[in-house]
């Protein structure tokens, strides 16, 4: 598959820019999308992130990377945030920051784990926790530009609490299907028992290795590991199984 180029020049992407909040969404108990308002943002692929840049009164400045939540939109950019106990960045981000706040943001970052309009390929999605951002972003991408390729999501989370996009996913779109695995609390009438994500999920749930899918697996280390490992094992390519993670 010929790849389309990153956008942005390298210089423009590793340049800090302003960014203004223009609405806050909450998402979960601990979780909340941030709008931005970006000038000159150099537009982005579905399942990059971007860097971004807090600076206290005192001069201290620290950096966090995020997955991008939101379809290319001109120089709109959502960020979904999940916080962190005991986090320094995180809280401040999901508890205190505020339409009209602003702070600093560069990237777009990354050009293995993204999803292309020009790919007609079947995509599983399989998302741990918040993991599921970037995967957002690419579900939202195939609806902006009309895509017709047959898009699976395996949502592996904690609590029907805990669910992003929640309205979003009830919903659905054409051509998506969206599977849930609750690993430590279901909702009531669930059919599957609660546990962690099994190969049985992946092959009841996601395409067989012969349609040659592409996989983007997106969670903490562990399940990202454990989820690349099974579809490795149940035949798929490993060059088609993308991952992205966070966490030890």
Avoid: N
Wanted: proline content about 9%.
């Amino acid at each position: 598959m010929e790849r389309t180029a990153i956008p942005g020049r390298l210089g423009d992407r590793l340049r800090w820019r302003a960014a203004e909040v223009t609405e806050r969404r909450v998402e979960s108990p601990t979780a909340v999308t941030v709008v931005l308002d970006t000038p000159e943002w150099p537009g982005h692929l579905a399942g990059q992130h971007v860097d971004v840049r807090l600076t206290a009164e005192d001069g201290y400045s620290t950096q966090r990377s995020y997955s991008i939540a939101s379809a290319q939109d001109g120089t709109r950019v959502e960020l979904t945030v999940q916080r962190i106990p005991d986090g320094e960045v995180s809280p401040y981000l999901v508890d205190q920051l505020m339409p009209g706040d602003r702070l600093e943001m560069r990237g777009p970052v990354g050009g293995w784990f993204v999803w292309r309009p020009e790919q007609h390929e079947p995509v599983l999605l399989v998302a741990g926790g918040s993991g599921v951002v970037p995967l957002m972003s690419m579900v939202r991408s195939r609806q902006a530009v009309g895509s017709r390729a047959p898009f699976r999501l395996v949502y592996s989370l904690r609590s029907p609490q805990e669910q992003l996009y929640g309205p979003e996913m009830q919903q659905g779109a054409p051509g998506l299907d969206v599977t849930r695995v609750y690993t430590r609390q279901a909702p009531d009438g669930a059919k599957r028992p609660v546990g962690r994500i099994t190969p049985e999920d992946l092959t009841h749930h996601g395409w067989p290795p012969d349609f040659q899918p592409y996989c983007y697996v997106c969670g903490p280390t562990s399940f990202v590991e454990k989820v690349a490992a099974y579809l490795v094992l149940l035949g798929h390519d490993p060059d088609r199984v993308r991952t992205e993670r966070f966490g030890g």
